[in-house]
């Protein structure tokens, strides 16, 4: 049976090798949600396939585009929707960044519009279908396994939203205990909002991948350097692999029988089922989440 994917950040990066994977297996037809039509365009054609993959337009830092995909989607007249991969990302330096909105930019990016885009697309996935959120190990409190990042610093969703002076480290764990906290949440709610549907719900911790473009946002020598280290770090320390490695990681947990529901709400780190923090495991937090997201993304419909 012919099926369709909807990757974000699908120009580069895990998402990219996510993309590459999924676009291996006959069955699939890759959709490139990219903010950028000519990166978007370049991205779809190198998975080949003639015109079979193909990019739609998605700037996650405006709700509006991402109110906009769902009849983009439909209008492509593709196979059936049968997976979700929330996977594109950015990180800042710091917490001035804003999106068209006015939020924070890597909270507004990283989570609220995925969570919109998600709730949004929910109709349109198949049955058996699948969603996938990319998380990060960061959303734990393990300085020594995150070499050194700091971690979240949880707030009020409100307050997270709010642009403002301070650390983009910070911000961005945030967000990455958000994805967790959403993964989880949305687990525990897709079978009264999808009765009898069968969508899995998963989350990922990728592992460090040095070599992407994530930090794009950081001084030059820190990004010359980085990719350089890159294939140290991926044979030397426990939490790093490559985006190749993981992007297969990713692609099975679409595509692969073993991750179909039940049960709902793997956390995977790399390659294995782990646990999330206490605090992305507390269902009142992320009720929260839930609800001030709602109201933050001005409702869902
Ligand atoms: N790299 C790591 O070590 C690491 C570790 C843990 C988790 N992660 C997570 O892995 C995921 C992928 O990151 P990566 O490392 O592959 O980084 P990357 O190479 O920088 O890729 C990020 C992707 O997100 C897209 N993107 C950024 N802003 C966007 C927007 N406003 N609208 C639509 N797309 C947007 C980028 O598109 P453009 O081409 O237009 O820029 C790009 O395709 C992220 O969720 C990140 O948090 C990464």
Redesign the pocket.
Known sequence: MQRTVVI?????????ACAGELAGLPEWTVVV????RA?GAAAARALGGGASHVTLP????DLDSVRAFPAALDAAGLPPLHAVVA?????HRDRRHTTAQGYEATFA??HLAHFLLLRLLLGQLADGGRVAI?????HKPQRLRNFGFPPPRWDEPERLAEPGPGSGQIA?ANS?LANVMTALELARRIDTLRPGAGIAVHAL??????E???T?GYPAPVRRLYPRLAPLLARLAPGATS?AGSGGQLARMVADPAYAAPPNGRYVELTRDGEPSPLARDPELAARLWSESERLVGGIS
């Open positions: 974000t950040g699908a120009t580069s990066g895990l998402g990219r949600a990219a903010r950028d990166r998605l700037d996650l830092a996977n594109a990302g950015i990180q990016v990283n990319v998380a990060s190990g960061v961005y990455k911790d990728p592992g460090l991948m040095p992407t473009a994530l794009r985006a």
